[in-house]
């Protein structure tokens, strides 16, 4: 059974930094490409960054090009999210996602954790 | 930047058809898919690459793709289906969503 879990989230002030982890288990993690979305309060789903399988290539939505970095350790079988200079606009739900090639949809997603980002 | 858009709220009687749009600049040459969110819970997907039904997904949901518009279509609306739903492309590289739809089952 495929399974995505995350974790690292929790409360930081504005300008500090946090790492997500996402642990995953079920599939070869070497052989998919992963994905962070995130989702703030009622709001919709926004696309943040992916990371191909053997992190050769790394995209980042605008929003947080320059503050989030994507990495992966397919050895752990983890994929990760550094965050600095966080905003109170980064504040959302986080949920890590796997796809594969071009025109694949997410079709595994964990259950997500929360980042809020508040004084 | 490549946009899509979607309706905020559909509504739909108990046991009719209900139909959910997305549309974004010549989607019908794109992959189009479709994501279920309940409360509270992480996305499902429903539809893949147009019209393409994940394993345990009702065949009562399906979709299509072509020129300006895809869509989700559910029949037989249940209370279940009730729930906010996404449609996603690749554009370069990049996955872009929907701003999402809520559906109402009246």
Known sequence: ?119 | SYELTQPLSVSVALGQTARITCGGNNIGSKNVHWYQQKPGQAPVLVIYRDSNRPSGIPERFSGSNSGNTATLTISRAQAGDEADYYCQVWDSSTRVFGGGTKLTVL
């Open chain 1, 1 to 119: 059974e495929v399974q995505l879990v995350e974790s690292g989230g929790g409360l930081v002030k504005p300008g500090g930094s946090l790492r997500l982890s996402c642990a995953a288990s079920g599939f070869t993690f070497s052989s998919y490409s992963m994905n962070w979305v995130r989702q703030a309060p009622g709001k919709g789903l926004e696309w943040v960054s992916s990371i191909s399988s053997s992190s050769s290539y790394i995209y980042y939505a605008d929003s947080v090009k320059g503050r989030f970095t994507i990495s992966r350790d397919n050895a752990k079988n983890s994929l990760y999210l550094q965050m600095n200079s966080l905003r109170a606009e980064d504040t959302a739900v986080y949920y890590c996602a796997r796809d594969s090639d071009s025109g694949w949809p997410l079709d595994y997603w964990g259950q997500g954790t929360l980042v809020t980002v508040s004084s």
